[in-house]
């Protein structure tokens, strides 16, 4: 059965800065993962996704992700944070069914 | 263009009442829709999903239900809420790639 761990369940980071989302995920075959951002009152916003290819992917909102294989990893970065950015972020693995399997979430929260 | 529309935004019940929240998806036709829940502290987790009209499939055992009366509706309800159903409802939609979904604001349900 596939899963997804997000080890940070809070993070604060100043505007500006750098941000690293951390995702660990476990799964038998070749992962479909995603990240999704939630902000406050809104559905889920599907920023990027990995199937196969290029193990770094470019998303939305000037954020990336790296799969790492090696570490089962699915890490979302962005080099400057916008105070737009404080949100609940989401690490999900999917299976070739189409469902779903999301992590607990991060919360963001982006300082002055 | 898509949307989808999920009614009410939030809903305070009293636990051993029923409970019904909709889901309706405009501008597709025969869309793969789904029913998660989001509970304090945790990733979403698939509640139900549907492939077609009076198709629905159920991936954990509960006090929900969902039915399918129309192509774009989804309908989850309970007959008696209990307390521990209190959460974050979000339905989703897909079209021809189920692992690109497509979420609703959601519903913020509080059974006291």
């Known amino acids: 059965a596939q899963s997804v761990t997000q080890p940070d369940i809070h993070i604060t980071v100043s505007e500006g800065a750098s941000l690293e989302l951390r995702c660990n995920y476990s799964?038998?075959?070749?992962?479909?993962l995603f990240w999704y951002v939630q902000s406050p009152g809104q559905g889920l916003q599907l920023l990027l996704k990995?199937?196969?290819?290029?193990?770094l992917v470019q998303g939305i909102k000037g954020f990336e992700a790296e799969f790492k294989r090696s570490q089962s990893s699915f890490n979302l970065r962005k080099p400057s944070v916008h105070w737009s950015d404080a949100a609940e972020y989401f690490c999900?693995?999917?299976?070739?069914?189409?469902?779903?399997?999301f992590g607990a979430g991060t919360q963001v929260v982006v300082t002055p | 263009s898509q949307t989808i529309h999920q009614w009410p935004a939030t809903l305070v019940q009293p636990v051993g009442s029923p409970l019904s929240l909709e889901c309706t998806v405009e501008?597709?036709?025969?869309?793969?829709l789904y029913w998660y829940r989001q509970a304090a502290g945790r990733g979403l987790q698939l509640l139900f999903y549907?492939?077609?009209?009076?198709?629905i499939s159920s991936e954990v055992p509960q006090n929900l239900s969902a039915s399918r009366p129309q192509d774009r509706q989804f309908i989850l309800s309970s007959k008696k809420l209990l307390l521990s159903d209190s959460g974050f409802y979000l339905c989703?939609?897909?079209?021809?790639?189920?692992?690109?979904?497509?979420f609703g604001a959601g519903t913020r349900l509080s059974v006291l």
């Open positions: 989703a939609w897909s079209e021809t790639d189920p692992l690109i979904q497509y």
């Open positions: 799964y038998g075959a070749t992962p479909y």
């Open positions: 990995y199937f196969s290819g290029d193990t």
């Open positions: 999900a693995v999917g299976d070739s069914w189409g469902k779903l399997q």
């Open positions: 501008g597709t036709s025969n869309p793969n």
């Open positions: 549907s492939i077609g009209i009076d198709q």
